[in-house]
């Protein structure tokens, strides 16, 4: 239809009786209401008639466009991928009062189609998302979108139309749809691990109240498919963290940690995942991990990678740090001497609290550490740490060390602790390097020779 057919038409509607719109819908079916709904002209002409019409109470001609429209489920769906197509089937089906028949068609392929297309679909979100839907109604089309998920939470446009969904749903909507994301664990676990997914399920548990649920469905194998994934699960560390999922929730999920724990603090990704799970979680759920893995901290302490988890709970410094520290207390010696786990010592005297530091001391024999390839690295982190803790005990050790300056090769660990010992021995102002001594000497007999 061309815009002065369309404006003749549009002026005869405006000037229509009631009894004439009978007629008129007629024409209209005889143009082809599938070329008009599509066509910005003709599209402009079935607006006003649904106006018209519904102005005039005239449901019999509102109803005889619908079913043209409808009665061809192939044509339908090819004027519902046009978005000036969608906008005047929506308007005919509202105001026609067919909304619960027209949810019954577009369920299944052609909702999907839908929530893929390239073009805005908020009219057709907010139509079936509407009261006159019904939620029996939407039954069938909330458990399309569950069922296809994974489809539309890959697709750019299709996880884009799903947030929409979610964000006006109400609280029954928001029920079925998590409940219909999670019949499927597989297909659960898959979305899970697809960021638009993820954000997806996201917030329809959220929005829907049912985080302690969920925290209950990623327990075991899937828990542990997230920690060792290569995308960055941060946001699923965050939400199963948070209040709202509940200390007695986590508990599955602790469970699972703390029995794969080597596993995981093995694992190239896991163990960053693991780290960020430490940092973000509270003081109760530390505490509990801690107690939880006890008996293997040792053990993970020697790990290439493992070492950076027991190195997270040691910097938390509060009781979950404290106990972890307590229950390697016994073996620093061995740690220190030992790659990888000697950066766990390290972060003790580095990072624990000045009580914690001495007590530690106690247990460590400095002698052995000087010249040990892993433990010289213990020996510098101690005597940096007491230049502040104790500058008297931080001096006689040094000056011990620097003593023994000839006693070191360059290319000895020994040597390394005489570079730190004789530098901090600068700091804390007593110098014991009779090399500089001798430097400054003749710097100063130098000068009064010029002068």
Partial sequence: MDAMDASRFCRILEAASVFDLCDLAQRLIRVGVHLLASDP??????????????????????????????????????????????????????????????????????????????YD????????????????????????ISNNILLLSNHEKGSKNLSGLISVACDEDLHSLFDGFTSNLQDFGQALLNKQGRETIFLVTDKGGKNQQFAGLIQGELLM????????????????????????????????????????????????????LITVSSKEFNFSLVQAIQEHLVAISKLK?????????????????????????????????????HFVVQSIFRSSDDMTVLDCF??????????????????????????TLDVELCRN?????????FDFELHDPGYQVFLTCKS??????????????????????????FL
């Fill in 305 to 341: 990678f493992g070492n950076h988890v027991v190195q997270s709970l040691i910097c938390l410094q509060n009781e979950a740090s404290k106990l972890a520290i307590a229950s390697l207390k016994g073996t620093l010696m061995i740690l220190s001497k030992i790659a990888y786990s």
């Fill in 362 to 387: 106690k247990e460590i024999n400095l002698e052995e550490l000087v010249t040990n390839p892993n433990g010289h690295f213990v020996h510098q982190s101690i005597v940096r740490r007491f230049q």
């Fill in 41 to 118: 002209e003709g599209h402009r002409v079935l607006v006003l008639f649904c106006n018209r019409a519904y102005e005039l109470s005239r449901d019999a001609d509102l109803i005889s466009i619908y079913d043209e429209l409808t009665k061809n489920r192939q044509e339908l769906g090819q004027s519902l991928l046009n978005e000036l197509g969608l906008e005047s089937i929506i308007l005919v089906t509202d105001y026609s009062g067919n909304n619960k028949h027209f949810a019954g068609l577009i369920q299944g392929d052609l909702l999907v189609r839908l929530m893929m297309t390239s």
């Fill in 397 to 405: 050790i040094c000056s011990e060390i620097v003593s023994r300056k």
């Fill in 225 to 276: 498919r997230f920690l060792k994934n290569d995308d960055d699960v941060k946001p699923l560390i965050s939400f199963i963290t948070s209040e709202k999922v509940g200390f007695q929730a986590r508990q599955p999920l602790l469970a699972t940690i703390s029995a794969n724990i080597i596993s995981l603090s093995s694992h190239f990704k896991a163990y960053k995942n693991l780290c960020d």
């Fill in 424 to 449: 901090v021995l600068l700091k804390i102002g007593k110098i014991c390097d009779h090399t500089l001594l001798d430097s400054v000497f003749f710097l100063f007999l130098h000068i009064f020779t």
């Fill in 121 to 144: 679909v908020k009219p057709l979100i907010t139509f079936i998302s509407s009261e006159k839907v019904g939620f029996e109604a939407r039954q069938p089309l909330l458990a399309t």
